[in-house]
């Protein structure tokens, strides 16, 4: 059993920064493929960044260039840091990780990018 703890939502104006972190109940050295999602009212949800692979990464097109997701091995963490916010970029924000077979998701975190 995996449990991921989302953290860092909260309301931001747009061109404004937030840092999502997640924080895994087990070591997430050997789990490689790891991520955010995200789910805006009345949409499916979306990629927004992944690791595959253990260290490669993959960015949804609308968020390239100005999110980075990043991992922290000793700290079971991955980070997932917005920077240039757009209102479009309102949503639930999801963790997932896939291990063993199995793919586990958070709670998820509110966004919102609004003046």
């Known amino acids: 059993q995996v449990e991921l703890v989302e953290s860092g939502g909260g309301l931001v104006q747009p061109g404004g920064s937030l840092k999502l972190s997640c924080t895994v109940s087990?070591?997430?050295?050997?789990?490689?493929?790891m991520g955010w999602y995200r789910q805006a009212p009345g949409k499916q949800r979306e990629l927004v960044a992944v690791?595959?692979?253990?260290?490669?990464?993959n960015y949804a097109d609308s968020v390239k260039g100005r999110f980075t997701i990043s991992r922290d091995n000793a700290k079971n963490t991955v980070y997932l840091e917005m920077n240039s916010l757009k209102p479009e970029d309102t949503a639930v924000y999801y963790c997932?990780?896939?291990?063993?077979?199995?793919?586990?998701w958070g709670q998820g975190t509110q966004v919102t990018v609004s003046s």
């Open positions: 997932y990780a896939a291990y063993s077979g199995r793919g586990y």
């Open positions: 087990r070591s997430i050295f050997s789990i490689y493929v």
């Open positions: 690791f595959t692979s253990g260290s490669m990464k």
